[in-house]
């Protein structure tokens, strides 16, 4: 959304999206303060918004400026909104507002589909065989690898080189998986009160990170419909927050499999560059492409300073190995890795010489994974046509998970709740936003056997359709999403 001279948003595109003030119920400065509430939660009004001087908006809305007042007073008491000195009211995100991740219960689940996390690929036992025949030859050192085991470093480095991002050991430090690296980089960059660009929704962990780190979430909408949408959104958060990093997943993004297009990402990496803002691209699925080819990473094209990569084996190969890695300029490199030095010495050796052998031979590993994967994708869209025909799903080119809208009336927390009841794990649609978001929503990941994922549906179906009309979420219960 474009800004005014001011520097705040023009009142008539507020009023677009906030609609007709008639159909505000009443109390309609409640209901006005629920939607831009629910707005900023979205991310179609990024935090930090200069929102439009209260007559104004009630010009634009037709509705008196007592309305529009109290709206804004009701924002600042439930921490959507504050007051900044000579720049009005500007908005904001309450510090408890990002739910902790949450799922279903079950003490014996039958089905988890709240993981979006394969079972292990075959090619891990042999991998592990290798790096037990290679261990004797490491055991009479002190087996401490500050960055990672050398061996590892430069796996990782030639395959960025082969993948289109040229790239040396020393720019490459070896993690204990994808989320290790996303807090290295957060708690080395990032100081209390710093803005963070994430996309909205997105996983869940990389909200916690960031948090974690005391910064600020700046949400920026994602539509896997129209992926490139993104650019603009962030561009724009950008000039408006003066964010210090950003968190992207430019290839098959969590939950909604959304992909940005060649020139997508190359655009979106030169603004931020061009705005200061160091982009941590998450690429923990990026090589899990399903339909169409690998696209160039987001990193290319821009100084390697301008970006942290973090990838790793977790879902090519397995979450239990426990391998990530980060890659930026050297420099940056060094002090990430010094970062993680004083939190953990170093990663275990037996599982870094795992991952050399995988990540050698990771396009072998990689045929298997994407033929499995695509196999399971194409099971849980025709099981959701045919059984849930009123879910909406845009069928993602890759990654791991499909993001499902509900129909009007569906609550993500009460199926969560009630599937939970009949062993069947699932993550709600809000672990994966700000505040009070996405309970339309569903992830459903492919990652189980396509006998599971249909029986899965089946009981889904039998489910929904019970639940609609009751739209109150229940309580939630805090567990672990990946
Ligand atoms: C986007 C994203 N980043 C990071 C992770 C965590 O990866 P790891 O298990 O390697 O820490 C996940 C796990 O689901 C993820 O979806």
Redesign the pocket.
Same mark, same amino acid.
């Given at each position: 959304m474009p800004v005014q001279r001011n520097g705040s948003t023009p009142a008539h595109e507020l009023a677009a999206l906030v609609g007709p003030a008639a159909e505000l119920t009443a109390p309609r400065y409640a209901a006005l303060a629920r939607r831009i509430r629910d707005l900023v939660s979205a991310g179609q009004l990024p935090q930090g918004t200069r929102l439009p001087p209260e007559r104004d908006l009630a010009t634009a809305l037709a509705t008196s400026r007592v309305t529009v007042a109290s709206a804004y007073r009701v924002l600042r008491e439930e921490g959507w909104a504050r007051t900044r000195h000579g720049s009005g009211t500007v908005t904001d995100a309450p510090r408890d507002a990002v739910p902790e991740p949450w799922y279903g219960r079950s003490d014996s689940p039958r089905f988890d589909l709240a993981? !979006? *996390?394969p079972a292990a690929a075959p090619e891990l036992e042999a991998a592990y065989r290798t790096a037990l025949e290679r261990l004797p030859a490491m055991t009479a050192g002190h087996g401490y690898f500050h960055a990672g085991l050398p061996a590892l470093r430069a796996a990782v480095a030639d395959r960025f080189t082969a993948r289109g991002l040229p790239t040396d050991p020393d720019q490459v430090v070896i993690t !204990?998986? &994808?989320? %290790? *690296?996303?807090s290295v980089v957060a708690e080395t960059l990032l100081q209390p009160g710093d803005r963070v660009l994430v996309e909205h929704p997105?996983?869940p962990? *990389?909200l916690r990170v960031v948090e974690g780190a005391g910064g600020r979430l700046v949400p920026v909408a994602v539509d896997a419909t129209r992926p490139d949408d993104l650019v603009q959104a962030a561009q724009l958060a950008a000039r408006q927050s003066a964010p210090r990093l950003a968190f992207l997943?430019p290839d098959f *993004?969590?939950p909604t499999g959304a992909r940005l297009s060649a020139a997508g990402r190359r655009r979106l990496a030169a603004t931020l560059w061009q705005q200061g803002v160091v982009t941590v691209v %998450?690429e =923990? =699925?990026a090589e899990l492409y399903l339909d169409d080819g690998p696209l160039p990473p987001y990193a290319a094209g821009v100084p390697d300073a301008a970006t942290v990569t =973090?990838g790793? $084996?977790?879902?090519a190969v397995w979450?239990g190995l426990?391998?990530?890695w980060l890659r930026t300029d050297a420099v940056l490199a060094a002090r990430l890795g010094a970062t993680l030095s004083r939190r953990q010495l170093s990663v275990g050796v037996l599982d870094q010489l795992a991952a050399t052998v995988l990540v050698r031979d990771l396009d072998a590993v990689l045929v298997g994974r994407r033929r499995r994967l695509r196999d399971q994708r194409d099971t849980l869209l025709s099981a959701l046509a045919v059984q849930l025909p009123d879910w909406r799903v845009h069928p993602p080119a890759g990654g $791991?998970s499909l993001w499902c809208a509900l129909p009007d009336g569906l609550s993500s927390a009460a199926l969560t709740a009630s599937a939970a009841q009949s062993g069947l794990v699932l993550a709600e649609g809000r672990a994966f936003g700000t505040g009070h978001a996405f309970d339309d929503h569903l992830r459903l990941p492919f990652t189980r056997p396509p006998a599971e994922l249909r029986s899965a549906v089946e009981l889904l179906a039998g489910l929904a359709g019970p639940l609609r009309g009751d739209a109150r979420p229940p309580r939630r219960a805090p567990a672990s =999403? &990946?």
């Open positions: 993981h !979006a *996390a !204990a998986g &994808v989320g %290790d *690296a996303s997105t996983y962990g *990389a997943e *993004a969590n %998450d =923990v =699925v =973090v790793g $084996l977790s879902k979450g426990r391998i990530g $791991l =999403v &990946v």
